[in-house]
């Protein structure tokens, strides 16, 4: 075992504060990877805060690791050290229920290890995640990152990036689709940037007449207030897919009127319940409510290979981990464009 330095919480009415983990011996197909940057997730504070049931402390957040490859066991044969690479909300899986064999881990039948939060296999307790100095990783859940991105902007791409390209993927969004955004923060605005890259129509849905300026910058074609009833009338019937990234609770049935026949909305910001739905809604025009969680690690290594083909990179700011406690306030208040990054270096000198 190796001990590290790390930032982590104890209590959920608690601060991040600077501790030491332990990280496992490399085994025969572990990757090493010296972290160089992290980006912040709401789910990180969700969990941080217990407010997605009780969490195991310490809590060790952070799942959008960008780092270096330091070492790698006997048997790796994807990966070479020094290369840049990739690490994002999974570091395990049973690799041989049907969803695995699918290359859909994120479903696996028998649960997968999540990089932190989940059962460590190794050491016992609960993995850590990448508010860390190093973690090692099975090559199996490692990721290439295109050597055109820029990495101090990428990490935010193995959360959020994944997270709203898997729907677009898997409903088949295509060129001269209309597409419609709801919400605009970390995942919103990815979603805007990918639905413009595959060449659809992208229309911003938002309750905020000054974001419409920044969708336009992003790609958005057009912007729609929800809050307008006579914009929405407007729309109505006509989308044919909605990604739905609104991150709480709230009555969906008015973007349920702005679909087309046979036309789904994907929900991936609410993990909670959701106001009554008007199932009349759904049943006069076979519309479709659904859900996507992030993205196996074959169509993660396709998002990143897209994102370096067309030059997509999330907006962030960049923080030390000594802010790591302001920047979870502010994400919790919005006040971010749209995605926190922390430079891990800083760590090294706590």
């Not at 519309?287 to 169509?299: H, P, V």
């Not at 920047?327 to 749209?338: L, N």
Request: charged share 25%.
């Amino acid at each position: 075992m190796e001990k590290v330095k790390a930032y982590g919480t104890y209590a959920p009415v608690e601060n991040l504060v600077p501790l030491s983990i332990d990280r496992r011996d490399l085994q025969p197909s572990d990757v090493k990877i010296d972290i160089l940057y992290c980006g912040v997730c709401h789910s990180d504070i969700h969990t941080g805060r217990s407010e997605w049931g009780p969490a195991q402390y310490p809590v060790v957040p952070g799942h959008e690791i960008i780092g270096r490859v330091v070492a790698i066991g006997d048997e790796v044969s994807k990966f070479r050290v020094g290369e840049i690479v990739g690490v994002g909300c999974m570091v395990d899986s049973c690799q041989h229920c049907a969803a695995c064999e699918e290359g859909l881990e994120q479903y696996c039948e028998n649960g997968n290890t999540m990089t932190y939060g989940g059962i460590d296999k190794f050491l016992g307790g609960h993995t850590f995640g990448g508010y860390s100095e190093k973690v090692i990783v099975d090559e199996k859940f490692v990721l290439h990152v295109p050597e055109t991105l820029d990495i101090s902007k990428a990490s935010p791409l193995l959360c959020a990036g994944i997270t709203t390209w898997s729907p677009l993927r898997h409903w088949k969004v295509k060129k001269g689709d209309k597409v419609g955004v709801i919400g605009l923060g970390g995942l919103g605005h990815m979603g805007v940037k990918f639905a413009h890259a595959l060449g659809a129509y992208v229309v911003m849905i938002t309750t905020s007449p000054e974001k419409g300026e920044d969708a336009r910058k992003l790609g958005a074609d057009e912007v729609l207030i929800s809050k307008d009833p006579e914009a929405m009338k407007a729309h109505k019937d006509s989308f044919d897919f909605l990604l739905n990234t609104i991150p709480v609770g709230h009555d969906v049935d008015p973007y349920v009127d702005l679909l087309k026949r046979d036309a789904t909305m994907v929900l991936v910001g609410a993990i909670e319940p959701l106001k009554a739905v008007n199932s009349g809604l759904l049943v006069r025009r076979r519309k479709t409510i659904a859900g996507s969680l992030i993205g196996g690690i074959q169509e993660t290594q396709e998002m990143l290979d897209f994102c370096g083909e067309h030059n997509i990179l999330p907006e962030v700011e960049m923080i030390n981990i000594q802010d790591i406690n302001e920047a979870w306030d502010r994400t919790v208040r919005g006040q971010v464009k749209y995605r926190f990054v922390i430079d891990m270096a800083s760590l090294k000198d706590q």
